[in-house]
């Protein structure tokens, strides 16, 4: 679901590792709209963007390959906590949780970008 809610808005490519990228740049644009959506009272855009964006951690978790050792199961863990995170975040309209989920994507964009040569 959440390739498919990234994918209305953009380009499929057929590289699995620019796939994954722009999963991670559409969460980006979907965190940074929940954290608008919030700052201007918006409740009915924060769900529909936090909802997107679960969806995106969704899908990554789906891709996820258990076979290659540890970091899946590292990263399992690190997509659940984000979607409790903004679950919360949600709830209690916390702009400083999202900001931390933000934080956390911007790091894995960086570690992807590093470990993929994109």
Known sequence: MGLEVYNQQNAISDDPYVLILKL?????KFLSLVRISIQEGDIESKFKYINKSIAIFDEL?????FDGG???YYLDGLYLYQIETLFAAGIDNNVNSVNQVIKVVQGLIE??????GL
Do not use: H
């Not at 978790?61 to 390959?65: E, M, P, Q």
């Open 111 to 116: 570690a992807w970008k590093e470990e993929t």
């Open 24 to 28: 991670y740049e559409g969460l980006l």
């Open 61 to 65: 978790r789906n891709v996820l390959d």
């Open 70 to 72: 540890e970091v899946s």
